[in-house]
């Protein structure tokens, strides 16, 4: 498949020439602003159909598409409009990749299409606050401060839990991630505009910080940790919680945050001797980063035995996905991650 990396920009010209001629017609022809969305969403589409048959994991294709339909309706389009365009992406892969790579990439996408078809395919999103979770209140009282954008309240709201429970991993687990998830929801189904989620991120980013002198940390043992967000991740609060809860179990812990370059990293590692190398990767179409970084990590001889973590929405969908990538373990949330660490 390395030949579609190469040949990608191409195929996203000849699928939307393809999709034009056969599903647009006589209708008016796209803004040039448009085509350059078009092109740059089909390049997604490309990237995560690669990584899904790199991995030989269709599911991770299956689900990027439903998060597709579920985004681009929200914004408007039409479900028919969009699964014309995936129609003739597989098309046009069909007849462009070798018989036995277009065999397959042909039956992740006719998989993914009759999914989005299927008329029990909702594109409604469930809410990640329930009512029946721990600190559900301060949740729901930490979000709409957050929507009012009154962010001293929000920093507020944590901190007096903070100072009266002792216990940030709660604030952490039932507060912090819960929110950002339904921030991202709410962008998603588009109730949020783009900069008002951006808002919110840094706003939750600097509650973490402020919730730093509250951490418990237990008596160093000695381990330590650099955790990181690959190359082009953009997505740094998840691999932030889960580097602090590596700090309350008594690691030194380096967080490196998001888009880091991979020799910035491997020398990191290298000159804080880490026991542990955490990864993690929001979007399918980044697998290839984390794949790329662990293997220059095993070919780098003074860090060849730090064991190396995964973490990140596709390992979720995926359990065993670490396996393919050349991790040497996974952790689901930052807890687990911790106790992974340690039996590694």
């Not at 439903?66 to 597989?90: P, Q």
């Not at 009012?148 to 216990?167: C, H, M, P, S």
Request: some cysteine.
């Amino acid at each position: 498949m390395d030949h579609l990396l190469h040949d990608i920009y191409p195929l996203t010209q000849q699928i939307l020439d393809r999709y034009d001629a056969q599903y647009l017609g006589s209708k008016s022809n796209p803004t040039p602003m448009r085509r350059a969305k078009s092109l740059e969403d089909m390049q997604y589409h490309l990237w995560t159909l690669w990584e899904a048959m790199a991995t030989h994991r269709p599911a991770l294709f299956a689900s990027y598409m439903d998060w597709v339909k579920t985004t681009l309706t929200s914004y408007g389009l039409d479900l028919d409009d969009i699964l014309a365009s995936i129609a003739a992406m597989r098309d046009v892969l069909a007849e462009s990749l070798p018989a036995s790579e277009a065999t397959t990439a042909c039956e992740y996408v006719e998989a993914a299409l009759k999914q989005l078809a299927s008329p029990d395919a909702s594109p409604y999103i469930d809410s990640f606050l329930t009512r029946d979770a721990p600190l559900a209140d301060l949740a729901q009282q930490v979000l709409r401060a957050l929507l009012y954008g009154d962010r001293r309240l929000a920093i507020q709201l944590v901190q007096t839990e903070a100072l009266t429970k002792k216990n940030v991993k709660d604030i952490y687990l039932y507060v912090l991630q819960p929110v950002q998830r339904e921030i991202g929801r709410l962008w998603q189904m588009r109730q949020l505009s783009v900069a008002m989620e951006h808002y919110c991120s840094e706003t939750t980013q600097l509650m973490m910080s402020q919730l730093y002198p509250f951490l418990l940390a237990a008596p160093p043992h000695g381990h330590v940790l650099v955790a990181t967000c690959v190359s082009r991740e953009q997505h740094g609060i998840g691999m932030r919680m889960v580097a602090d809860f590596f700090e309350m179990a008594g690691w030194e812990s380096y967080y490196l945050g998001v888009n880091t370059p991979t020799d910035s990293i491997l020398q990191t590692v290298i000159e804080r001797q880490a026991d542990v190398l955490a990864i993690s990767a929001t979007m399918t179409f980044h697998l290839g980063f984390v794949r790329e970084l662990i293997a220059a990590a095993r070919t780098t001889s003074t860090i060849a035995g730090t064991k190396i973590l995964v973490g990140g929405g596709p390992f979720n969908l995926v359990p065993d996905l670490w396996k393919e990538i050349g991790a040497d373990g996974y952790g689901r949330d930052a807890i687990e991650a911790v106790q992974v660490a340690g039996q590694l």
